[in-house]
């Protein structure tokens, strides 16, 4: 039986958060070969640099986490020249948390005083151990 896999996803927070009241996920701009790569069950953390997609302020906060809720790959169009592809999600209940105290333990952060080189792909596969520690943070606070 197939187990699921553990990906990260970047994006803004006030991306994010509008996926999270929407019940979706889409990656690398509405890009389909990264969702495409997801399946049915398949967990997922956000993880948002920026407060804002236009804006420079820094968040470097973990902002959501959510499983895969089928194996749909849909296209929306939002505008005549805008028609990303998503996935469905169930988004948990659970806090934001910086990735400040975190870096040093986790492995995909193979650098760690260039920590945020792993996230400017935009959405990579972590494993078991990083997706553990970062959502026993998320989903354990008060």
Same mark, same amino acid.
């Given at each position: 039986?197939?187990?699921?896999?553990?990906?990260? *996803?970047?994006?803004?927070?006030?991306?994010?958060?509008?996926?999270?009241?929407?019940?979706?996920?889409?990656? =690398?701009?509405?890009?389909?070969?990264?969702?495409?790569?997801?399946?049915?069950?398949?967990?997922? *953390?956000?993880?948002? %640099?920026?407060?804002?997609?236009? =804006?420079?302020?820094?968040? $470097?906060?973990?902002?959501? *986490? %959510? $499983?895969?809720?089928?194996?749909?790959?849909?296209?929306?169009? *939002?505008?005549?020249?805008?028609?990303?592809?998503?996935?469905?999600?169930?988004?948990?209940?659970?806090?934001?948390?910086?990735?400040?105290? &975190?870096?040093? =333990? &986790? $492995?995909?952060?193979? =650098?760690?005083?260039?920590?945020?080189?792993?996230?400017?792909?935009?959405?990579?596969?972590?494993?078991?151990?990083?997706?553990?520690?970062?959502?026993?943070?998320?989903?354990?606070?008060?």
């Amino acid at each position: 039986m197939k187990s699921e896999k553990y990906w990260m *996803i970047v994006a803004s927070r006030d991306h994010v958060n509008r996926g999270v009241a929407e019940g979706f996920t889409q990656a =690398n701009h509405g890009k389909a070969a990264p969702i495409r790569r997801m399946k049915k069950g398949d967990l997922i *953390i956000w993880y948002s %640099g920026k407060e804002e997609f236009e =804006n420079p302020d820094k968040c $470097q906060q973990f902002t959501a *986490i %959510g $499983q895969v809720k089928d194996d749909d790959v849909y296209q929306v169009k *939002i505008s005549p020249d805008f028609s990303p592809f998503r996935r469905n999600v169930k988004f948990f209940p659970s806090n934001s948390v910086s990735i400040l105290p &975190l870096i040093e =333990n &986790l $492995q995909f952060i193979k =650098n760690k005083k260039s920590w945020g080189y792993p996230f400017r792909t935009g959405f990579l596969e972590i494993n078991k151990h990083d997706f553990d520690l970062i959502s026993s943070q998320m989903l354990n606070k008060e």
